[in-house]
């Protein structure tokens, strides 16, 4: 008996290969969709990074602008709490010099108001007339336990002069503001008001900053004694459309961003908008190109509603997705045709190769001209043997031509980077091999040709693995983002040093206390805080002008720098008084004698203008740690009595806080 015949028969067999060309079709098209789809998610989480991005940043710029306007007031306090008896000709001279209305864009002005007393009121209004405001007086009128009345405001110009005699303490929203600066003796901001300034034209919803000035060398430990010895406030009224205007830079119009008084998003509330008819933030809000952020300031919230503009997410080629779906398609497609040739003629599927390949190269092209657009360099790794490609422009990043780096290898970037950030750099890239990150990014410092170095932001992605699971082809983008990083350094820059003179400011000196302490504590060592006054510096001021009084001021900075370690914090605090901070001090020897040589230095004459010189010398109050204060508080507290205790005995002289000594100046 002869076995079964299982061969297919010929017509069956020709059925099966015209089949075969629209089986790869439809293979190729399913894994054109699987292509389009993962890229299209790819995309929308660049959008979502860029727009979170822009998000930081604008909130950041926010906190930047008002960090700079809350420098002038405090420069402006310093200057009324060292110089009583400031004129309003030299008021309005100094925030002129500030840049109040030309350098500094957004602030409607800086003035004074003065705290009043039912008794005091008479004699405030005659005594402001005698100074030449000959229709002055105090509105509203009517009887109140307390007034408060705007005696100075800069600059003096159009509707700033609407304020004058304004009693901010009348209104609720900004008596609420006001109280909360005098209880606790710090800057306080107002909700949402209409400011005296508005005319009724272009008006725009408004805020104040107030800073709370007391008596000099009064005890402020508590609410009482501060509300008693309240003197006034500085503060800065703000129109909130002018507030924002320049501050996105580069940036406008990648976010539409609408502000709120408080937490309650109600149009009653609405301080900024940028777009025509009110919307409520809580209407269906998208999760990736919408969000709603809290930013507290100064004891007040506001709450910013921010979307993505179409500008802003234009700014990523949303065709990519689309044409690596079509050129899936259309390969799919010419390999299916490729396959009907060869089925049918051989020399019809020559004609199709060539077909084929001319449209892998326009593919190949398209997509090239999409990276070329970008302006990226584009890298490809295989992770194994160290290989690794570059494009041309990856190279011109850090100054080579292509060819000037050939052979290339993965040495051809790791020697060009900075050791530190290529560290960090190693590690996320384990963390995304491990599976623990969807993808690699990295910001680095890279060596430029010209031996500078350059900042990158480094994309990539795994491309697949060898059969044992371990990473194998790898590939990326590289972006210059130098630019970028110069300017967040700036702003961080500006934030925590004194203008003037570049020291540290109050913010950053406190910073260093904290963290000195911290170590002193661990370590069972000893530091010292000096607190040093400028004696004469008002006579400077009043004989020759502010402009040489900011030389005094930066001629002193320089000559206390001289006296000090690199390890010493010298910082400005305020108008001509400095700190020296002083961790690992051995005794209060030490500390004495490094005040005798600051203040031996500190005599010697300044030179000014024209011939003139300027002679002053400091005041010198020192607190040690851990025997005068075992917290910033009480150091800082001691090292201003000291001093205080020098300017009283005679000033040109240095002090170490004791406390029987502390108890004749609290006498």
């Known amino acids: 008996m ?73 420069a402006t306090g310093g200057l009324l709490k060292t110089q009583p008896q400031v004129s309003r000709e030299q008021f309005h001279k100094f ?67 609407r304020a004058i005699g304004y009693d901010m303490y009348a209104e609720p929203v900004r008596r609420l503001a006001m109280q909360r600066a005098a209880d606790t003796g710090e800057m306080s901001l107002s909700g949402k008001v209409r400011l005296v300034q508005e005319t009724g034209q272009d008006e725009q919803a408004g805020f104040l900053v107030y800073a709370p000035l007391y008596r000099e060398g009064m005890p402020l430990t508590g609410v009482e004694e501060r509300r008693a010895h309240l003197v006034g406030w500085v503060y800065a009224p703000f129109r909130m459309n002018d507030f924002l205007t ?86 799919s497609l010419v390999l299916a045709l490729l396959i009907q040739v060869l089925v049918t003629r051989r020399e019809r599927a020559i004609a199709m190769a060539i077909k084929m390949n001319d449209a892998l190269v326009q593919e190949r092209a398209k997509l090239s001209a999409i990276i070329a657009g970008t302006h990226a360099g584009t890298w490809e790794w295989n992770v194994q043997t160290g290989e690794t490609t570059y494009n041309a422009h990856w190279a011109q990043l850090i100054g080579y031509g292509l060819s000037e780096l050939e052979p290339t290898s993965i040495e051809t970037w790791t020697d060009r980077t900075h050791p530190d950030d290529l560290k960090t750099s190693r590690a996320l890239l384990q963390q995304h091999f491990d599976g ?88 069972h060592e000893a530091l010292a805080l000096m607190f040093m006054d400028i004696d004469g510096f008002k006579l400077v001021n009043d004989t020759h002008g502010h402009d040489a009084g900011d030389l005094v001021l930066q001629t002193m900075a320089r000559r206390i720098q001289r006296c000090i370690r690199a390890s010493d914090t010298l910082a400005r605090i305020g108008g001509d008084e400095f700190v020296v901070l002083l961790p690992d001090v051995t005794d209060e020897h030490h500390a004495w004698v490094l005040a005798e040589k600051i203040g031996a230095i500190a005599r010697e004459p300044i030179p000014l203008a024209e011939g003139a010189t300027a002679r002053v010398s400091l005041s010198i109050g020192i607190a040690l740690y851990p025997e005068h204060g075992q917290d910033a508080a009480t150091l800082t507290e001691h090292a201003d009595q000291a001093m205080y205790k020098v300017k009283k005995g005679g000033k040109n002289a240095a002090e170490i806080y004791h406390e029987d000594g502390a108890a004749d100046l609290a006498a």
């Open 2 to 74: 002869n076995p079964p015949d299982t061969t297919l028969p010929v017509a069956v067999k020709a059925r099966l290969w015209r089949g075969l060309p629209w089986l790869v079709l439809t293979v190729g098209v399913a894994l054109s969709g699987v292509v389009y789809l993962e890229n299209r998610e790819n995309l929308e989480a660049q959008q979502s990074a860029i727009f979170q991005s822009e998000v930081r940043k604008a909130v950041e710029m926010i906190e930047a602008r008002m960090g700079t306007y809350l420098q002038i007031l405090r």
């Open 95 to 161: 925030i002129d010099q500030q840049g109040v209305g030309t350098d500094h864009t957004g602030i409607q002005g800086v003035g004074f108001a003065r705290l009043i007393r039912p008794q005091e009121l008479q004699a405030h209004i005659a005594s402001v007339r005698r100074e030449g405001v000959a229709d002055y007086t105090i509105r509203p009128g009517g009887e109140r336990p307390l007034y408060s009345s705007i005696v100075y405001i800069a600059p003096a110009l159009g509707r700033n002069l």
């Open 246 to 331: 320049g501050i996105y830079g580069e940036r406008a119009g990648n976010l539409l961003i609408d502000i709120y008084d408080g937490t309650d998003a109600t149009p009653a509330n609405l301080m900024h908008t940028e777009q025509a008819t009110w919307r409520d933030p809580k209407d269906k809000p998208s999760a990736i190109y919408e969000t709603v952020q809290t930013l507290h300031q100064m004891g007040h919230t506001w709450t910013l509603h921010m979307r993505a503009s179409d500008l802003m997410l234009s700014r990523i080629d949303t065709r990519l997705p689309a044409l690596l779906g079509l050129g899936g398609v259309l390969m």
């Open 436 to 523: 623990q990150l969807e993808y690699y990014e990295c910001e680095a410092r890279m060596r430029h040709k010209d031996g500078h170095w350059i900042w990158v932001l480094d994309r990539g992605q795994l491309a697949s693995r060898t059969p044992d699971g371990k990473p194998l082809m790898m590939c990326g983008t590289r972006l210059d983002i130098t630019h970028h990083k110069q300017l967040e350094e700036s702003y961080k820059h500006g934030a925590h040093h004194d203008q003037l003179t570049g020291l540290p400011n109050r913010t950053l000196l406190a910073d260093r206390l904290e963290h000195s302490l911290l170590v002193a504590q661990r370590n």
